[in-house]
Structures are given as C-alpha cells and as structure tokens.
C-alpha cells in the first residue's frame, strides 16, 4: 500500500496543521516540499485526476504570477494552466493530502483532512 503523501508547504499555516492533524491521528506521511521540488505536468494530471477537480480550483489567484500570467483568462486552456502550475510551483493551492487509497483533497481548511482519515 502507497504511503500517505503531503504537497507541503512549511510557511503555510494551513499545511502546518494538516500536518499535525495526520501526525495526532498516528499518520507519517510523505512529505514533498513542492515549492522546492515542483510536480511535472504528467504529475500535476495525475494528482488533478486523484482530486476529480478541474486545474483551476488547483490554482492560488492571489499569487502574482497569477495575475502575471493573465491565468484569469477563461480562454487558457488545460494546457496553458498545467504548464504554468509546473513552472510555477507557488501557484499550488496547499496542503494537497493523499491517502493510501488514492483519494485526495485540498485541505482549506486543514480539518479537511479529517475526512480523508475517516474514509481510509
């Protein structure tokens, strides 16, 4: 079975306490600092089809590359947002948690990962 696996980052206090939320209930994960270690585009596919989400609810539109990037644009496709989210690690929503089973979810808020834990 596949180790549970944390998109990180440790200035996020939202991932801080994903973190902690998987460690009280006895859950070490895989950490992968993404900001250092940024996902590919197969990677980013791989991890949107594990979410059942679209790339843009992966997408943080507060970040400037964001606005750089004109990512706001509804005519960039699937392409255009997956290839800015792998040379552009920051623009990641955080934490991503995935569960031995191959569910994952966005923790915003970090209890979020509660029901991941719950259905494992």
């Known amino acids: 079975m596949k180790p549970w696996t944390i998109y990180h980052n440790s200035s996020c206090s939202n991932a801080r ?3 902690a939320l998987l460690r009280a209930h006895g ?7 993404y900001k250092q270690t940024p996902l590919t585009a197969p990677e980013l596919r791989a ?8 790339v843009r609810a992966l997408l943080r539109s507060k970040e400037a590359a964001y606005a750089e990037l004109n990512l706001a644009d509804a ?10 989210l792998a040379a552009h690690p920051e623009l990641m929503q955080r934490p991503v948690v995935v569960a031995p089973s191959g569910r994952a979810a966005i923790c915003r808020p970090p209890e979020v990962v509660l029901t991941l834990i719950a259905a494992a």
Do not use: C, F, T
């Open 75 to 84: 005519a960039k496709d699937e392409d255009e947002l997956i290839a800015a």
């Open 27 to 33: 859950i070490e994960p895989h950490i992968v600092e």
């Open 47 to 54: 991890l949107l089809a594990q979410l059942g989400v679209p």
């Open 17 to 19: 306490g994903a973190l």
